[in-house]
């Protein structure tokens, strides 16, 4: 019997919170591994913890957030002649400042990791997935993407709407190649995004902790999503429930609901 051949899973966003347990569950698989984030040094000691006789880990640091950034990434992988099989787009962040006083390159900056990062890679990458016959794409998204407009930060969840919508048109454009594309959208999830954005206290405060997932569950659940080629996943059914009643609710009433949330989150 022959040995399953060996996979290749590129993890964007590697060096924190989901990113991290990505990378640990393809090692735990026996994928071989390429991690990239801006931040080296994490992305070296997670390589570091991860590499083995039977597999191997590559850090390509990138700032994608610059329009050089996929660029400078892609480069890295052909130099090193690397073709990832797996392909999780999860570098992401949030801001909270309003739309009118946020610098233009910051918005710009958004767009490119939430947006244009994703979609080069999957552009770049899945020709040689399908022409190899097998290959995954798992495209980080968020709850966010599902439910209704938010002030604050005006761009984050429109543009986890567009990755979903992005995901779910590949989906079927790839359909029979053997190549599967899965949005996955989390709710609340504990890692370092709201530290990052600064609103950890603020969130805590407002949201019960059975609000709140795990990484590694929501990392098992995109992970099998994927595998079972679902072109969403929503991991919890807290947040099902949510995007259901999101779907249903006439958008009037819906806007009224999240001004709400804005407001505790403010208090
Ligand atoms: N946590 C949640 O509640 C939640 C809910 C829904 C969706 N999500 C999504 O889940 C994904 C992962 O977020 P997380 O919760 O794991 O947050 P996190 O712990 O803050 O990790 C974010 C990762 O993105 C990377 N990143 C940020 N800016 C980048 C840039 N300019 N260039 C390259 N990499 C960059 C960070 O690395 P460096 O800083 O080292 O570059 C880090 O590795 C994101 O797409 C986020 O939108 C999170």
């Not at 290749?8 to 393809?26: E, H, I, K, W, Y």
């Not at 890679?121 to 020709?127: C, T």
């Not at 995004?193 to 805590?204: E, M």
Request: aromatic fraction near 4%.
């Amino acid at each position: 019997m022959s040995a399953a051949p060996r996979r290749l899973a590129l993890v964007t966003g590697a060096s924190a919170g989901l990113g991290v347990d990505f990378a640990r569950a393809c090692a735990a698989r026996g994928h071989d591994l390429v991690l990239t984030a801006r931040r080296r040094e994490r992305l070296t000691a997670l390589a570091a913890e991860l590499a083995s006789p039977e597999i191997t880990v590559q850090v390509l640091p990138a700032d994608l957030s610059a329009p050089e950034g996929v660029a400078t990434l892609l480069h890295g992988l052909e130099a090193h002649g690397l073709s990832p099989d797996l392909l999780i787009n999860n570098a992401g962040y949030s801001r909270t400042d309003a739309f009118l006083v946020s610098p233009w390159a910051e918005l710009a900056g958004e767009l490119e990791v939430l947006v244009h990062a994703p979609l080069r890679l999957a552009h770049a990458l899945a020709p040689a997935m399908v022409r190899r016959g097998h290959g995954r794409i798992l495209n980080v998204a968020s709850l966010a993407g599902l439910l209704p407009a938010t002030a604050g930060d005006t761009l984050y969840g429109p543009a986890k709407g567009f990755l979903i919508q992005q995901s779910r048109g590949l989906h079927l454009e790839l359909r029979g190649t053997g190549v599967h594309v899965s949005a996955l959208c989390p709710g609340y999830t504990l890692t370092e995004f709201h530290d990052a954005n600064g609103t950890r206290a603020a969130v805590s405060t407002a949201y019960p902790r059975a609000m709140w997932m795990s990484a590694e569950t929501v990392v098992a659940a995109g992970l099998a999503g994927v595998e079972a080629n679902r072109p969403v996943v929503i991991p919890g059914r807290l947040n099902r429930l949510m995007a259901l009643v999101a779907r249903l609710t006439p958008s009037r009433l819906a806007l009224r609901m999240v001004a709400g949330h804005a407001r505790r989150l403010e208090t």
